[in-house]
C-alpha cells in the first residue's frame, strides 16, 4: 500500500523577535508549546529571511523566491496573479490546501486586491473563501488585533456584535504612543484574532479526520506586531519582569564611519525606509511595552498549544511537518530602535525557525547552519516527496538538516531591503546583505561606507569593521560573493540559443544567405517575384 505523503502544518507570527522565546535563551516569556514543538524537532539558530518586510518576506515563504524575482519588494505592493505558489504544486499532487489568519500577500491599502481593507468594508468579499494564492480555502483577518474586517471581523458582527465595544479607543488604554502604540485593553481571550486563528485551524484539521488526501494549513497569527494589545491576564502577566537592556544606538561621534542613512535617521529620528524604523521616542517606555509584547507572545504560545493538540488528538502528528516560524523580526529597544526597517541588525532578520519533521532523528536537535526564507518551498515539497520544477525557486533543499543528518547546506544567506518609494527620499540606496558562519557585510548601494561585523566575536554587532585595514580583505571577498548571488538569483535558467533546420532565427546574426532566403520567401508569400 502506498504511504500517504507527509501533511504540512506552516504556523508563523507576524513580527516576533527570536529571544522572546523561552527555547531561544528567554528564562522569563512562558512559551512551553513552543519550547515543546523544539524539544520533538529542530531548532535554527540562524534562520534568515531574504526581506525583512511583511508581505515581501510572506510570499518569499509560498513561492521560495528571493523579492526581487517574486515582484512584489516592498510593503504595499502585491504579488502577482501569475506566480506558482508551493500550494498550487501541493494541489496538484491531491493535498487540500487551507490558510487562516493574516495572510498579506497583497496590499491591504490598495483597492482591488482581495486583502484590500476598503473593498471589504464595501462588502465586495462577502460570502468569498477563496481560492487565494494557492489555498483552496481562506479564513483572512486583515490587519491587526484592532482590524474588524476580513472574515474575523464578519465574524465578530455576526456572532458577538457585542465585542466591538473593546475595540473602541474609549475602550482601549494607551500606556505608550511609541512605535505602533501599547494598549491595555478589554477585549475577551476567545475574541481576540489570535484566538480566531487556532479556532479556524482546529476547525479545519477536524474537517480532515479521516481523509484520504494530505493537507497544507497555513496558520498566521497577526500578533505580537503593532499595535500591541493581547487580552487580559496576557497583558498585565509580565508586569513586575525585569527587562534586560538594551544596545545603545550607534554613537554620534562615529556616524562619518557608516553609511548616510545613519546620519539621516540620527537627526530626524526616522531611517525613511520601507516599514519604518526609527528611534525610540520615549525610552521610559520601553519597559512596559517589552512586557506587553511578551504577554502577546504567550497569548500566541497559548494557542500554537491549542492546534499542537488537535494535532495529537486527531492521531495526525505522526505524519504532519510543523514549522513555526515568522515573517521578520523587531528591534524592541535594541541600538535604540523599536518596531521595524532601516537597517539591518541581527534581531530584525535572524528568526526563530523550528521544524517538526516525522523523520528527524534525534529530537531536539539545535542546527547553527544558516537557513533562507527562500529555502521554505524546496524544503518543504522534497520532505514531501514532490520535484520542485518548474517553480524558480532561489532556495537550497534543506531536508538534510531538518532530519539531523547534515550539518549545513548553505554556507551563506543574502538580504534585500529596498528602498521604498513611498514619500521617503530618493537619495536612499537599496540595502544588500550577506551572512556567512562567521560575518555579516552590508552593502549600501552608491555609498562608500557599509558595515561589516564579527557576529562570532562581536554578536551584539557593536564594532563596525568596515574601513578596519585589517579586514579589507574579508570586506572586499564578502562584496563579490555577495554580488555572485545576486548575479546567480537572477540567472538560474540557461537560455536555449540553438536552432533548429527550420529556424534560421536562432542565430544573433543572420548570415547574408540566411537573409537572401527570407527576401526570397517574402517575395514569394506577396507575389512581387
Known amino acids: 500500500m502506498k504511504m500517504k505523503r507527509p501533511n504540512i502544518l506552516f504556523i508563523t507570527t507576524d513580527q516576533q523577535r527570536k529571544d522572546s522565546i523561552g527555547c531561544y535563551g528567554n528564562h522569563v516569556v512562558q512559551t512551553p508549546n513552543i519550547d515543546r514543538l523544539a524539544a520533538e524537532g529542530t531548532r535554527f539558530e540562524r534562520a534568515y529571511c531574504e526581506s525583512p518586510i511583511c508581505i515581501p518576506s510572506r510570499i518569499t515563504m509560498i513561492t521560495g523566491k528571493a523579492c526581487a524575482n517574486h515582484r512584489a519588494p516592498l510593503h504595499n505592493t502585491s504579488m502577482p496573479d501569475n506566480e506558482r505558489t508551493i500550494g498550487q504544486v501541493l494541489q496538484e499532487n491531491g493535498y487540500r490546501t487551507h490558510f487562516a489568519g493574516k495572510p498579506h500577500f497583497k496590499s491591504q491599502q490598495h483597492r482591488g486586491t482581495e486583502e484590500s481593507i476598503a473593498d471589504w468594508r464595501d462588502g465586495k468579499f462577502d460570502g468569498w473563501h477563496g481560492p487565494y494564492c494557492g489555498f483552496q480555502t481562506v479564513d483572512i483577518i486583515l490587519g491587526h488585533s484592532n482590524s474588524l474586517v476580513g472574515h474575523y471581523g464578519e465574524w465578530l458582527r455576526g456572532k458577538h456584535p457585542e465585542a466591538y465595544v473593546h475595540f473602541k479607543e474609549s475602550h482601549l488604554d494607551c500606556v505608550s504612543p511609541d512605535g505602533g502604540g501599547t494598549y491595555r485593553n478589554t477585549i475577551p481571550e476567545a475574541l481576540h484574532s489570535s484566538a480566531y486563528v487556532a479556532m479556524r485551524t482546529n476547525e479545519f484539521l477536524d474537517s480532515m479526520k479521516g481523509s484520504e488526501s494530505p493537507f497544507y494549513c497555513f496558520a498566521s497569527f497577526p500578533d505580537p506586531h503593532w499595535p500591541i494589545m493581547p487580552p487580559q491576564p496576557y497583558f498585565d502577566m509580565y508586569r513586575d519582569a525585569p527587562v534586560p537592556s538594551q544596545q545603545p544606538p550607534v554613537d554620534a561621534g562615529k556616524l562619518d564611519n557608516y553609511p548616510r542613512q545613519f546620519r539621516i535617521a540620527h537627526e530626524r529620528h526616522s531611517t525613511g525606509y520601507d516599514g519604518g524604523g526609527h528611534y525610540l521616542n520615549r525610552p521610559e517606555d520601553l519597559p512596559a511595552i517589552t512586557r506587553a509584547y511578551w504577554g502577546a507572545v504567550t497569548f500566541i504560545d497559548r494557542n500554537v498549544g491549542l492546534i499542537l493538540d488537535k494535532l495529537d488528538g486527531l492521531g495526525m502528528a505522526d505524519n504532519t511537518i510543523v514549522v513555526f516560524t515568522t515573517d521578520h523580526g523587531e528591534y524592541m529597544g535594541a541600538h535604540g530602535m523599536i518596531a521595524k526597517g532601516g537597517f539591518l541588525w541581527e534581531e530584525f532578520i535572524n528568526t526563530p525557525l523550528i521544524i517538526r519533521s516525522p523523520n528527524a532523528s534525534p529530537r531536539g536537535f539545535v542546527s547553527n547552519a544558516i537557513f533562507s526564507f527562500t529555502d521554505f518551498v524546496p524544503t518543504l515539497l522534497d520532505m514531501a516527496g514532490i520535484d520542485r520544477h518548474g517553480l524558480g525557486c532561489d532556495g537550497m533543499i534543506q531536508t538534510p ?65 568596515y574601513h578596519h585595514p585589517g579586514h579589507r580583505q574579508t570586506r572586499d571577498e564578502l562584496t563579490i560573493k555577495l554580488l555572485d548571488q545576486i548575479i546567480l538569483q537572477n540567472n538560474k535558467e540557461a537560455i536555449n540559443t540553438s536552432r533548429t533546420a527550420d529556424d534560421c532565427y536562432g542565430h544573433h546574426v543572420m548570415s547574408c544567405e540566411m537573409w537572401k532566403a527570407e527576401f526570397v520567401k517574402l517575395k514569394r508569400q506577396t507575389g512581387r517575384e
Open 401 to 465: 538538516v531538518v532530519n539531523g543528518g547534515t550539518r549545513e547546506i548553505r554556507d551563506n544567506a543574502t538580504i534585500h531591503h529596498p528602498k521604498s518609494f513611498h514619500g521617503h527620499d530618493a537619495a536612499l540606496p537599496d540595502i544588500r546583505a550577506i551572512v556567512t558562519g562567521r560575518w555579516k557585510l552590508i552593502h549600501y548601494a552608491g555609498d562608500p561606507n557599509g558595515e561589516l561585523y564579527d557576529l562570532q566575536e562581536d554578536p551584539g554587532e557593536e564594532e563596525n569593521l
